[in-house]
T-cell receptor, first 111, second 115 residues
Framework: GQQVMQIPQYQHVQEGEDFTTYCNSS?????IQWYKQRPGGHPVFLIQ???SGEVKKQKRLTFQFGEAKKNSSLHITATQTTDVGTYFC???????????WGLGTSLAVNP | GAGVSQTPSNKVTEKGKYVELRCDPI?????LYWYRQSLGQGPEFLIY????????DSGLPNDRFFAVRPEGSVSTLKIQRTERGDSAVYLC?????????????FGPGTRLLVL
């Protein structure tokens, strides 16, 4: 079945350093979504990418969808302690609403 | 309501017991989703409702799990003969129409512990 993999599993950075998490799907995706989950919290929607090669920015966050629509990345510039949490990608391969989620990348930021 | 709410927030039960978990979606949202999240994992899809009907229940792990949404609003996830492996956070999400690329809004989850 469809699988979505994320790397790295954990990332520890100093405040001000950049951070990137990568998402790879075993199948072509119709869209990919990114969520952030704070410790003890629930997933909060960040963004959705639909088009091949799409790049979207939200302040210090840059999201990319690969040309083949099988991979994606989230890059955070100059991390802050408020960026701490687990970042999940979730993809939809077909015409259903069933999102397949990656295992997430947990980000820790040292002040 | 202002957001998706779930009750109870925590549930401790004994192996073999029956539990019900409730989800109140955002008012007016016709689509409702249940996920299960184990420690260190991403959410795992269980079932998706469009209105009152289960449009996709392919993620339910076995016949001990059942979900209903009789009036197209509140949904209840029911687990019979609970097992220790059912321990997880059960998340509910809703979206406005269930459109293909719609944002799903998550509730705070119910943390289920089966002893």
């Amino acid at each position: 079945g469809q699988q979505v993999m994320q790397i790295p599993q954990y990332q520890h950075v100093q405040e001000g350093e950049d951070f990137t998490t990568y998402c790879n799907s075993s199948t072509t995706l119709s869209n990919i979504q990114w969520y952030k989950q704070r410790p003890g919290g629930h997933p909060v929607f960040l963004i959705q990418l639909v088009k091949s090669g799409e790049v979207k920015k939200q302040k210090r966050l840059t999201f990319q969808f690969g040309e083949a629509k099988k991979n994606s990345s989230l890059h955070i510039t100059a991390t802050q302690t408020t960026d701490v949490g687990t970042y999940f990608c979730a993809g939809d391969a077909g015409n259903n609403r069933k999102l397949i989620w990656g295992l997430g990348t947990s980000l820790a930021v040292n002040p | 309501g202002a957001g998706v709410s779930q009750t109870p927030s925590n549930k401790v039960t004994e192996k073999g017991k029956y539990v019900e978990l409730r989800c109140d979606p955002i008012s007016g949202h016709t689509a409702l989703y249940w996920y299960r999240q184990s420690l260190g994992q991403g959410p795992e899809f269980l079932i998706y409702f469009q209105g009152t009907g289960a449009a996709d229940d392919s993620g339910l792990p076995n016949d001990r799990f059942f979900a209903v949404r009789p009036e197209g609003s509140v949904s209840t996830l029911k687990i019979q003969r609970t097992e220790r492996g059912d321990s997880a956070v059960y998340l509910c999400a809703s979206s406005l129409t269930g459109g293909r690329w719609e944002t799903q809004y998550f509730g705070p989850g119910t943390r289920l512990l089966v002893l």
